[in-house]
């Protein structure tokens, strides 16, 4: 900074997100020791396996902080800061602000960020992991931009370096089918491929509502050999691709669908939609059973190859037509809207509900479905886990919220503990930790009132942190 600058100081307390009243505070404490330094399991998220196969520096601090975390962007966007004045090039190739320029409009409206879990993630990052001891803000944007420029051009903030000080045990990335995992094989030929994992998404390939859907199949086809006209040799190209995936140790599938709907159709149905989906003849509902139908297909393949299943439902995506013409998808436009569960999912559940050795991780974004909807179907599928809160609700408030409506009904053992769902490489340390301090003041609520013992208090502080996703992810 410059001389005579003022800043507001940066300090972690130490006790923040627990309790304030002391002696549900002074256990939280004790169960926060317990899972502090355990590993961090990452089993998924949307981190770019490049980092890790290639290695390089990070380029500079707007293109790896600002720039593709659309948590950040679309609460400046909200305030009427341009996205090009954030660093995102339009899908046409117009300018966009230097990085330094991008930072300082960044820095200029930190305060935005009060409240929010973007807030808490972006305080332990500059805190912890650059070692600021003042607030970002208009006054110290440049000190921030060259902090972190110099650290990020030495060899400890690496990608490989910053995974090791992380304590990272296993991440998973996510990948299309079309992708050739290219990284993920350089990264076995170093022997990361079991420290970086893939993540099978299909969605290019089974929606017929994802832009280039006709061409992503013909693609598919052309990756596989299969013919990809016939619904059986569409389902054989997927097969294929599963299989090359969990080459690459991936031990799970994503499926981001609008909604959670399931189908069991007959063959003649399922070519038919297909042929309509390639045509481009297929209305609103016929998408769904088509979307509904691969998912029971992709529900039969994994108890084939033994990869679990992740169901994101209920995003609006891309609710601004404007957004996405000028610049493509995930940017923030994103909505949750309402869910239903018990009745979409029922053609899944009848035909594999009851199969322990299939394993369903469900996500919402619909907060009125966890204790009337996922808690007791989790609390009764053997196939069936909750994920944890995700993208809108991972947060202290939305974790809080989660816990006390599921818990009661489908305990802790029917959930997947943590995973991050992050872009953003530097906030996972970050985001754990307040995953780590919410369970652990939960716990210690449950032990203050004398409905759990602190030995059980303890050893479920554990799990949340680390063993659920293990079991989970079949790590």
Request: charged share 25%; proline share 7%.
């Amino acid at each position: 900074m410059s001389p005579g600058t003022t800043a507001t100081a940066l300090d972690l307390h130490p006790d923040r997100l627990f309790p304030a009243e002391p002696t549900v505070r002074s256990i939280a404490r004790e169960l926060y020791a317990e899972v502090v330094d355990l590993p961090i399991v990452s089993p998924h998220g949307h981190t770019d396996p490049a980092w890790f196969a290639e290695d390089r520096p990070f380029a500079d601090p707007t293109t790896l902080l600002v720039t593709p975390d659309h948590y950040l962007t679309r609460m400046l966007h909200s305030q009427g800061v341009r996205l090009e004045d954030l660093g995102v090039r339009p899908r046409d190739g117009g300018p966009v602000a230097e990085p330094r320029d991008a930072w300082r409009t960044f820095a200029a409206h930190a305060r935005l960020f009060r409240g929010t879990p973007s807030g808490l993630w972006l305080d332990h990052t500059f805190a912890t992991v650059f070692g600021f001891d003042v607030r970002l803000g208009p006054e110290t944007a440049d000190h921030y931009y060259d902090g972190i420029a110099a650290a990020l051009a030495s060899d400890g903030f690496r990608p490989r370096a910053l995974f090791e000080r992380f304590g990272i045990e296993v991440l998973a990335t996510t990948e299309s089918p079309l992708d050739d995992l290219a990284h993920h094989d350089r990264l076995a030929t170093d022997g990361w491929n079991d420290r970086v994992i893939t993540t099978f998404r299909p969605d290019p390939v089974v929606d017929p509502d994802f832009d280039g859907y006709v061409a992503n199949v013909e693609r598919l086809g052309d990756m596989t050999g299969c013919d990809v006209t016939r619904w059986d040799g569409y389902l054989d190209a997927l097969r294929q691709r599963r299989a090359d995936f969990r080459a690459r140790g991936a031990t799970a599938t994503d499926h981001g669908h609008p909604s959670a709907a399931t189908a069991d159709l007959d063959v003649r149905e399922c070519q038919r939609l297909l042929d309509g989906a390639r045509a481009g003849t297929l209305d609103p509902d016929e998408s769904e059973h088509l979307r509904g139908q691969v998912l029971v297909e992709m529900a039969a393949m994994s108890l084939d190859d033994g990869m679990v299943l992740q169901l994101h439902p209920g995003s609006r995506r891309n609710h601004s037509p404007r957004i996405l013409e000028r610049f493509g998808r995930d940017k923030g436009a994103d909505i949750p809207g309402p869910t239903d569960y018990v009745d979409a999912l029922r053609p899944l559940l009848d035909r594999f509900g009851l199969e322990p050795d299939l394993r369903i991780i469900l996500f919402t974004l619909d907060e009125s479905t966890y204790a009337r909807e996922l808690a007791p179907l989790a609390g009764f599928y053997p196939c069936l886990t909750l994920g944890p809160p995700w993208w809108f609700f991972d947060s202290v408030e939305g974790m809080w919220r989660f816990r006390r409506a599921v818990t009661e009904t489908a305990g802790f053992a029917n959930t997947a503990g943590f995973n991050d769902d992050t872009r953003a490489f530097l906030s996972i340390p970050a985001r754990h930790d307040v995953a780590r301090r919410v369970d652990c003041a939960y716990l210690a609520t449950l032990v203050a009132e004398h409905r759990l013992t602190p030995d059980d208090a303890t050893e479920l502080a554990v799990d949340c942190a680390v063993g659920l996703a293990r079991r989970a992810y079949r790590l």
